[in-house]
Nanobody, 122 residues
Framework: VQLQASGGGLVQAGGSLRLSCAAS????????MAWFRQAPGKEREFVAA????????SYADSVKGRFTSSRDNAKNMVNLQMNNLKPEDTAVYYC????????????????WGQGTLVTVSS
């Protein structure tokens, strides 16, 4: 499966962005999906994950209550709605997939999108 993330940009603190991850090559419904982010000089960190049907989600404590992950298997897409953005959310955001249930370790994921940059100004 090939993944392509989009939707990043520059936003002021308190603003919102919606990231999308489009899949091609195989149905996205076959994959457990997750979002990670990586800020300059920092390790890639878990942001959110969503199960195959979308019925189960999990979030990093730092984004809980502000970010919402969803998926539309018919459109072969997953989304990350980010509200009340903070400067510390600035990073390159990646979508990732694996065929079995995933965890928060980025090394467990098999397929990656190219990343989309989110910059939050104060």
């Amino acid at each position: 499966v090939q993944l392509q993330a989009s939707g990043g940009g520059l936003v002021q603190a308190g603003g919102s962005l919606r990231l999308s991850c489009a899949a091609s090559g195989r149905p996205i419904s076959s994959y457990y999906m997750a979002w990670f982010r990586q800020a300059p000089g920092k390790e890639r960190e878990f942001v959110a994950a969503i199960s195959w049907s979308g019925g189960s989600t999990s979030y990093a404590d730092s984004v809980k209550g502000r970010f919402t992950s969803s998926r539309d298997n018919a459109k072969n897409m997953v989304n990350l709605q980010m509200n009340n953005l903070k400067p510390e959310d600035t990073a390159v955001y990646y979508c990732a997939a694996r065929g079995i249930v995933g965890n928060r370790d980025y090394r467990q994921y098999d397929y990656w999108g190219q990343g989309t940059l989110v910059t939050v100004s104060s």
